[in-house]
């Protein structure tokens, strides 16, 4: 498991908190409880519009440097998030599956990701418009 998937997983981290500019605590909580056995599994943070408002200004405000960087900068940064999750695809599967009271399919390590295989087509990023159920012939 990568470093930002042991933080991820690490509820100490984030626990009664929501992600914008770091885990920040936030107006409201609730308990996220398996439904499978009644554990609690941690606490999440709830946001309110003032929350929502604050973060979403951040946001409009930020994009303009994001939208500066040159596709490569911004397609390695995508690329590294993708390979996280990739690397972490089994232990954020079992969250999940604990979190909704599922089963697992039990595919998750032998399927490659759909963002594995948008990292072997890059047109799909370069173009919302691009058809990215098939290779770009050009």
């Known amino acids: 498991m990568n470093a930002a998937a042991e933080s991820l997983l690490d509820s100490s981290v984030w626990n009664a908190r929501g992600f914008a500019d770091g885990w920040q605590p936030l107006s409201a909580t609730r308990d996220v409880t398996e439904p499978a056995t009644g554990e609690t599994l941690g606490t999440i ?12 200004k951040r946001r409009r405000a930020a994009q303009p440097a994001w939208a500066a960087l040159p596709y490569e ?24 599956v604990r979190e ?14 759909r963002l594995k295989r948008s990292m072997r087509r890059p047109h799909c ?14």
């Open 125 to 138: 990023a370069r173009s919302p418009s691009a058809r990215c159920s098939r290779v770009n012939p050009a």
């Open 100 to 113: 909704s009271g599922s089963v697992s399919a039990g595919r998750t390590s032998k399927s490659p990701s």
């Open 73 to 96: 900068r911004r397609a390695e940064i995508l690329r590294a998030a993708a390979r996280s999750l990739d690397e972490s695809t089994a232990d954020v599967a079992g969250w999940l």
């Open 45 to 56: 943070g709830i946001a309110n519009a003032a929350d929502i408002d604050a973060r979403r």
